[in-house]
C-alpha cells in the first residue's frame, strides 16, 4: 500500500464546476496536510495546508481532513482554465525526534483540465 | 521576499561524473529538504539540513550527499551519475518557527540529464 494515495485521474471539468481531488494516507502518525499546485515545467506551489479534522477555505479552495478515515481532500470551487495542473497531496508526522524532519510524503498526483 | 533559488537550472552530465546542485533558501528560513522528482517515482525525499546538520534522510544511496552552510545554504552533490539519476531535483526551505508545521515552500529545481 502506498503511503499517499491520490485518484488516479486526469480529472476534467467544465470551466465554473467545482473539482474534487482526493487522498488517503496510511500512517496515522501524519498530523499536517498540504497540497500543491505544479504546473508543467515548473516546481511545486503551496496551495493550501490543513492540520484539524474538518474544513478549511481559502478562496476559491476548500480543504477537508478527516484523520478517523485518513482522507484529505481539495475543492476547487469555480474552476478556471488556468487551475489546470497536477495537483499533489502531501503529509508529515511532525514528530520532533522522530524521522520526520523537513520530510513531506507525496501522492503521485492528480492531473486537472478545466476546460472552457 | 525573494523565494527560493537554484542553481544551475539546467545540467548535462555523462554517466559515471558527478554533479554539485546548489539551493538558497528564503531569507530566514533555517531548515532545507531536497526532493527528487521523476515521472515514475514522483517525488521522493532525499534529506533535510538544519543549522548544518543533515537530520533526516531518504531512502537513496550514498552516491547522494548534502551539506548546509553557516548561512543556510546547502548544496548537494551525486557521485557516479547513473542514467537513472535523470530527473528535477527541487529544495524547499521551511521556516520551522513553528514545527508542528513544516510549510515548505519549493525552489524552481535543477533539470539534470545524465547521457
Known amino acids: 500500500q502506498k503511503e499517499v494515495e491520490q485518484n488516479s485521474g486526469p480529472l476534467s471539468v467544465p470551466e465554473g464546476a467545482i473539482a474534487s481531488l482526493n487522498c488517503t494516507y496510511s500512517d496515522r502518525g501524519s498530523q499536517s496536510f498540504f497540497w500543491y499546485r505544479q504546473y508543467s515545467g515548473k516546481s511545486p506551489e503551496l496551495i493550501m495546508f490543513?492540520?484539524?479534522?474538518g474544513d478549511k477555505e481559502d478562496g476559491r479552495f476548500t480543504a477537508q481532513l478527516n484523520k478517523a478515515s485518513q482522507y484529505v481532500s481539495l475543492l476547487i470551487r469555480d474552476s478556471q482554465p488556468s487551475d489546470s495542473a497536477t495537483y499533489l497531496c502531501a503529509v508529515n508526522r511532525n514528530i520532533a525526534g522522530g524521522t520526520s524532519y523537513g520530510k513531506l510524503t507525496f501522492g503521485q498526483g492528480t492531473i486537472l483540465t478545466v476546460h472552457p | 521576499k525573494a523565494g527560493v533559488t537554484q542553481t544551475p537550472r539546467y545540467l548535462i552530465k555523462t554517466r559515471g561524473q558527478q554533479v554539485t546542485l546548489s539551493c538558497s533558501p528564503i531569507s530566514g528560513h533555517r531548515s532545507v529538504s531536497w526532493y527528487q522528482q521523476t515521472p515514475g517515482q514522483g517525488l521522493q525525499f532525499l534529506f533535510e539540513?538544519?543549522?548544518?546538520?543533515?537530520?533526516n534522510k531518504g531512502n537513496f544511496p550514498g552516491r547522494f550527499s548534502g551539506r548546509q552552510f553557516s548561512n543556510s545554504r546547502s548544496e548537494m552533490n551525486v557521485s557516479t551519475l547513473e542514467l537513472g539519476d535523470s530527473a528535477l531535483y527541487l529544495c524547499?526551505?521551511?521556516?520551522?518557527?513553528?514545527?508542528?508545521?513544516?510549510?515548505?515552500?519549493f525552489g524552481p529545481g535543477t533539470r539534470l540529464t545524465v547521457l
Open positions: 539540513y538544519f543549522s548544518e546538520t543533515q537530520r
Open positions: 524547499a526551505s521551511s521556516s520551522i518557527l513553528d514545527p508542528f508545521y513544516n510549510e515548505q515552500f
Open positions: 490543513i492540520y484539524s479534522n
